[in-house]
Every structure is written in structure tokens, then in C-alpha cells.
């Protein structure tokens, strides 16, 4: 029983540990960031988008803009919420959820060009081909995006 017992404490503690290290790895990505008190969104503000990610992952999202920057919901086909973040002007984003399978580089990819799109209107390594914007990773479609 004693064996038992430690086995599963050392495997608590190995979990609390790649816990740790994984938040410190974060950066400017607050992955712990409370959900702030929603506030009622008028219709110039909020923008809504169907795209695909990496061939295989049809998402909608819902962005509105506010003083802060941009909070946007990413959904599956079917509703079920796949990220909540918020985009913040002056640097950094706010996670508010994730959903428990979805891999550290496809929230940070989502990130990266849901900014460069909200934030930086760079779009850099984009493309508008019929009415769609493809970004682009080392000469690769990544994601494609069309407003509704």
C-alpha cells in the first residue's frame, strides 16, 4: 500500500513540475487570465469569420473590438468553443480558455495571425485569392479566412 502511495505522489509532483515549466515557457501569452465581465457588444464592433486550419479544422470565430484590443472566440463547425483570447493592443494576450486537446502551437499560431490580422493589419505572408485570405508559413497555406 506504501508503494502505491508514493507512486502516486511522485507523479503529482512530475505533473505540478512540466506544469510549471510550461508557464514559465509561455512569454507574453497569459495563459492563466481570468474571463473578464462581458460587456454588450454593438454590431460596428463585432466581426464573424469562417475559415479552415491546416486543411482539416473548419472554425468560425467571433472578434469584437474594444478600448483594450480584440477578444476572439474560436468555434468549431458546430459551435463547441475551441479558444477564447484576448488580443491586447499594446502587447501580450490574454487566454481565457483552451480546449483540453488542442496542441501549445496551434494556440499560438491562432495567436500569432488572429493578431497580425486585428492588431498589426500587417498580414504578412497573406494572400486574398476569391475573396479569401490565406496566411502563409514557409511558402505553405496555413489557415484561410472569409468574413460572413
Known amino acids: 500500500m506504501r508503494i ?67 477578444r476572439v472566440v474560436i468555434m468549431n463547425d458546430i459551435g463547441v468553443k475551441l479558444q477564447d483570447m484576448k488580443l491586447i493592443k499594446n502587447g501580450g494576450t490574454d487566454i481565457y480558455f483552451i480546449i483540453g486537446f488542442m496542441p501549445k502551437n496551434t494556440i499560438e499560431e491562432f495567436e500569432r495571425i488572429f493578431r497580425q490580422y486585428f492588431i498589426d493589419k500587417t498580414e504578412t505572408n497573406a494572400k486574398t485569392i476569391n475573396n479569401r485570405l490565406y496566411f502563409y508559413e514557409n511558402g505553405e497555406p496555413v489557415l484561410w479566412i472569409n468574413k460572413l
Open 4 to 70: 502505491y502511495k508514493k507512486g502516486w505522489l511522485m507523479i503529482a509532483c512530475i505533473a505540478l513540475f512540466f506544469t510549471g515549466l510550461s508557464g514559465c515557457a509561455a512569454g507574453r501569452i497569459n495563459y492563466k487570465a481570468r474571463e473578464p465581465v462581458s460587456k454588450a457588444a454593438s454590431k460596428e464592433k463585432t466581426v464573424m469569420l469562417y475559415g479552415v486550419y491546416r486543411e482539416d479544422l473548419s472554425f468560425r470565430v467571433i472578434a469584437v473590438n474594444d478600448d483594450e484590443g480584440v
